[in-house]
């Protein structure tokens, strides 16, 4: 499994580092407007996350108790990170009340469908393609983006780039566990279920991400 994850990582590494959006952020050339815009669809994938995991932790019982009682875990450390982006984007002077009544772009929607399905009528396994895809690429982006993007518009980094920044350490931990639970899992149906959902969600980022203004 592990072989089959590098794998996986560089496949779809290479394509996210090639859109202008991503290219822009890590340069220093990504405007205060567009990273507002960013962080506007990044809020309904933060909000309903936890909303995610707590379907498919019921859908365990007894079955899948390593399962559940990672979700159980993970739940309880991310309740609450919405709040995080609200404040971010009151930090960059955009009013946040009315941020989670704003419908999401497109790719957003169809990431956040396509992980209810998976959830309810797949397997309860493939909440974990979501959250890998979401934390490797908050490890490995979070914090550069915010760096740079700060720098880019003169912005001091304690203010609109807390949840970026933070999660980058965060995730880091986050990643090593959750891979030691994917790696635990040896049935080979749940394997292909779970590359099966990573694969989307890095396809379903990546529109999200290229649906963005390009600088």
């Given at each position: ?17 090639a ?10 050339s990504?405007?205060?407007a ?33 399962l ?15 709040a ?16 989670p ?35 490797l690429?908050s ?8 760096r ?8 001091p ?22 891979i ?25 980022l ?10």
């Amino acid at each position: 499994m592990k072989n089959i994850l590098n794998k996986i990582n560089e496949r779809h590494r290479l394509q996210i580092e090639a859109l202008p959006q991503l290219r822009s952020m890590l340069s220093g050339s990504y405007s205060k407007a567009s990273y507002t815009e960013f962080m506007l669809q990044l809020y309904p994938i933060v909000s309903n996350f936890c909303p995610l995991m707590a379907p498919a932790a019921g859908r365990c019982a007894d079955r899948h108790s390593s399962l559940r009682h990672y979700l159980y875990e993970h739940i309880a450390e991310e309740q609450g990170h919405e709040a995080m982006v609200l404040t971010d984007l009151n930090q960059l002077d955009y009013p946040s009340a009315n941020v989670p009544n704003q419908r999401p772009s497109a790719p957003v929607q169809a990431m956040l469908a396509f992980n209810y399905y998976a959830i309810d009528r797949i397997d309860p396994h493939c909440v974990l393609g979501m959250i890998y895809v979401l934390e490797l690429t908050s490890a490995g982006y979070g914090a550069k983006v915010a760096r740079s993007v700060a720098q880019a518009i003169d912005h001091p980094i304690e203010r609109g780039f807390t949840f970026l920044d933070s999660h980058a350490t965060l995730d880091d931990d986050h990643l090593a566990e959750l891979i030691g639970l994917i790696q635990s899992i040896e049935a080979p149906p749940l394997q292909e279920k779970i590359i099966e959902s990573i694969n989307m969600n890095f396809y379903l980022l990546a529109q999200m991400i290229g649906a963005l203004p390009k600088a």
